[in-house]
Structures are given as C-alpha cells and as structure tokens.
C-alpha cells in the first residue's frame, strides 16, 4: 500500500506540471484554431528555447530573469519565422502534407540539436529552499513556474478577449472565409498568432529547463502528450485545453508513483483513446 | 505487349538476377540496402491502402511492432516457429485493428482528430513494450535467439539471397494486393466514403463496413511487414519498430513518392532509404546528426515544392504533356 503522503505529494506535483502543460496545450490549440495546422514540431521549439536558457543561464552566466527572457523572445521569433518558411507556402496544401512538413522539422530540429550540442543531457541548477506543510514538501522550483503559468494564461486569455488583434484572432478561429471578407488581413493575424504561439513555447521551455534536463529528444517526451490535450480539450477550444491540461497531468502523476512513468503514460493515452470516442468534440463539447 | 509491360518485365527479370550480377565487394552491401528497400517498400504500400483514402494514420508503427515483437518473443521464450508466430500476430493485429477502427468509423473520427488518435495508439504500444522491460528488454531491444545455422522453420538464414528473395516475394505480393484493391468496387466506395461519408452512405455503401476492412487488410499487412524485418534484422527495439519516429518514416516514405500510384511507395520508400545511406556514409562518425539533419531538411523541401510526390509530379507532368493519354487508358 502506498503511503497516502506520497499519493498527496504526486497529486500536487501534477498540478504544477498542469499549468506548464497548459501553457503548451493553449499555444498549441491557438495556432491549430486559427491557422488549421497542427505544428507536430512545436513541443521542439520548446527544446530549443530550453537550450537557450541554458547556454545563457548556466554557460553566459546572465542572470535567471534575463535568461528566461531571451528564451521566450526565441521562441516568438521562432514561431514567426515557422510560419513564413515552412507554413504560408503550404497554407493550401492537402492536410497530410501540413503534418508532414511540420514532421519533416521535428526531424530537422532534433538531429541539428543533436549535431550541435549532442545527446548530453543538460540541466539548470537552482538552489532554491522548499515549504512543507505535514510531511508534503513543495520545491519552489515548481511552484514558481506554476504560479508564472497560470500569469501568462490569464494574460493570454485577457489578450484574446480585451485586445483589437485578440478579438481578430478569435474571429478568424471562428469563420476564416468571412473575417477576409470583412477586410482583415489574414496574414497579418497569422503571423500575429504564430508569435504568440511561439512566445508560449518560449515560456513553457524557460519554465522547464528548472526541473527537466534537456537532450534533443526531448519533444518526444511531451510532443505527443499536448496533441493529446488539444485533441481532448477539443482542438481550438482553450477552455477545453486547460481542463484537459490538469487532467492529464494528474492521471501521470499520480499513476505514475503508483505503478511506474510509462504505465502513467500509457493509462493516460488510453484515457485519451477512449475520451475521443466517447466525446469526440473534446471534453467540453455538447453533445451533439 | 505494350511498351509498359515490356518495361516492367525487364525490370523483374533484373531484380531476379540482381544477387547474381558482378557488384565486386559491395555485394552484400547492395544486397543489404535492397532488402530494406522492399521490406520497407511492401510496409508504405501497405499504409498508403489507408492513407490514399484520406485515413492518414500517424500510429502504423504500433502493427509493425506488434508484429515485431510477438514473433520474437514466442519464438524466444518457446521455440514457436516464426511461421506459426505469424498467425498469432495475424490474429493479434487483427483484433488491435478492429479495437481502433469500430470507434473511429463508429464516432467518425476523421481528418486531424484520426491522426492524432492513431498517433495516441502508436505511443500506447511503444510504452507498453518499454513499460514490460522484462519480458521485451524495454528500450535495450532484444535479439532473436540464433537458431545454429540455416533454418526454413526459424525463418533464419546466413545468406542475404534467401533473404532477398523473401523479400521480393513479399514486395510482389503487396503489389498484388494494392492493384486488386485498385481495381475493385470497394476502391469506388472508399473514395466515395473519404469525400463525404454522410453522401456515401446515402447511396448505400456501408461506410463502417468498409473503413474497418480497410483498417485491418493494412495493418496486418503491415504487421507482416514487421514480422519479415524482425526477422532479417533479428533484433528489435521499441524505437525503431514503434512509436511516433518510424510511423512517421513511414508517411513520409509514401507521400515522397506518392500514394496514388501503385509504385509510389516503392519510389518513395527506395528514395529515402538510399538518401539515408549516402548520407550516413557521406558523413559517417565525423558529423554525428548531420546525415539527420539534411534528411530533415530536404524532407520539408520536398513536401513544399512537389506536394503530389516525386513519382506523382513527374506522372503528372508527363500526363499534362498529352492530355489524351488518359481517356485512353479510363476507356481500357
């Protein structure tokens, strides 16, 4: 029998690394709801902007703040420079060959990773103290980043819904066809998203390079998990993705003390399979 | 005898003869390479039966590790021959195929959401088999217990030539395959279903009906697939025969050349193969992820500039040049 404490402290420890998988669903579902790509490659974006922030905290010796900066601006930049050199060309394209471009710079990104910094893993060190509360102990090397996830989805979400290109950028999601109608420039607000998309990546990296080493294969560690989370939140829906970030991450968690980190991952894609059949909107939908 | 048929006649009887032909030390090599290319060939085909029909499926790498392992693992932990293991894993791949395809055409899990559920499914097999480390050596691999020499009913042999020939015979019969399916009615019907499903079925094809036999005709071919690479390669590990990289190897592969053509696949799959060996030998220990990284690259080229395949373009441009050529052959 598992000590209850354990199953406490694996619960909460899914919940810090809910608000990262959040931050990574939304940039995800974002630019899925707007462009209608899925970017297989994003979670590798998210890789390089980790080794950013560790050549620059931990090689350059810049302090945290800055170093993380420099890996979220990576990350914007990246996101546009994706969308102008490997999606507008194929904006028309039949949809396997959209997932299959993105697929093809998964491959490229992991390998040129691999070329330039090889497979060592690499990993920030932070000395920072921990709470506890009743035997449960809480690193503030997750709370802090927790705490800076749910800013940003917050601001994310003020930024759709208060901001003139927010409210754009949800219309676009909603009726493609009839926003060009209306005058606004497509373009504009792709490349606009695709930022922002990127910035969430950016964040998410500089927010896991504290807890996580990094190798070039580490895409493959969350990359299928966030489809997954859009898919279950309902793709393009970022309720959804939220809800559905912190139910995975649980499912992990918690079944990953219990029986061990693959079987989590496997009841949690299993979770996933059946979800989709059972809800096959997302998790939020009505029921048709 | 048409110029076509001429053609490919030449080029079987030069695959036929190709062990025998003078290729100096390199033999073996050449030999090697070749077989990939038709195991591998034989597995794009068997994805491209789906994905022509707008069923992209990104979790192929599930029923060839299915394959895979369950032919190794019983033939190492109680000597059952392969042969016999190929059954089980027919059977085995049948049922997985089933379990994934009723739901989807049952809830029609289509276009994005059938990728990324198929993609799930991948994942799900991969954990599984490093999840069972003792029994599968997890992310280690494990190798096929050696026979002691040459044995039909261990499918094991010391020379590339019986293995070569296996090879083609399986590629041919592929090829079989996908030619029966493209001349069928229930090609019609698929590509009736993969426009509009609600349309198809108001016309009285059975859309589920058709989607699950699709399914499983490519997936156990696929696990077969698998069962003839674990064979020749005897060994087998959960990331180069499961999961998301060699599921997509395997789209990539068939789009490369083009899903809509009977050889397309091979085209494709023979491109990639031979651009990944002249890479890896071009850049050898030297550089290492280099050979990856332009594979990479490329790879996003390609699917930029020439979106129907390289064998597809090239038929089209040559289509486009005589326009009259393709009443002709509809009219045959």
Redesign the interface.
Known sequence: MIDPIFLLEAAINGIMLGGILALLALGLNLI?GVIDI?W?AYVDLVMLCMYAAYFAIQVYGWPVWLGGLAAVALGAVLGVGVHLL?IT??LG?????Q???T??????????????W?TDHKSVRLSLPSWEFAGIFLPLTRVIPFAISIIAVVALYLFLTRTFIGTAIRAVSQDRDAMALMGANPQRIYIVTSAVGGLMAGLAGALLVFQYSVH?FFG?QF??LT??IC?LGG?GNMVGAFVAAFIMSEIIAVAGVVW?T??G??IA??V??VM??AR?GGILARRG | MTIARAVAVAMLALLALAPSLPMGGYKEYALHVMIQILIWSFIGGAWSLM?RFGL?S?GHGAFLGLGAYTTTLLWNFWGVSPWAGALVTVVLTIALALV?AY??S????V???F???T???G??IR??I??ERDWTGGSLGVSLKPAGGDSLLALQFANKRVFYYGALVLWLAGLYVWHRLDRSMARSAMEAIGEDETAAASVGIHVSRFKMGITVLSAVLTAIGGVAYAQYISYVNPDTLAG??VS?RI??AV?LGGMYTLLGPTVGTALTIALAEYLRIAFGLR???????I???L??VI??FL?SGIYGSVRDLFVRRRPEAAPARAAA
């Open positions: 899925f899925v297989i490997i060309p194929i394209s039949a949809p396997v060959n997932l299959l471009a697929g093809g710079l998964l491959f490229f990104l992991q390998s040129f990773a691999t070329f330039l090889t070039p493959g990359g299928p489809f997954m898919v793709l061990s693959e079987m991952y496997v894609f299993v996933f399979i989709i059949f096959p | 994905g992209v990104l994934i739901p989807c049952r809830f029609q899990v276009g994005h959401y990728a990324l559920v993609l799930a499914f994942e799900v954990l599984l490093i999840a998301i990289g997509l789209v990539f789009v550089f290492i992820g280099m050979a990856e990284t594979y990479g690259l790879l996003i699917i930029i979106p």
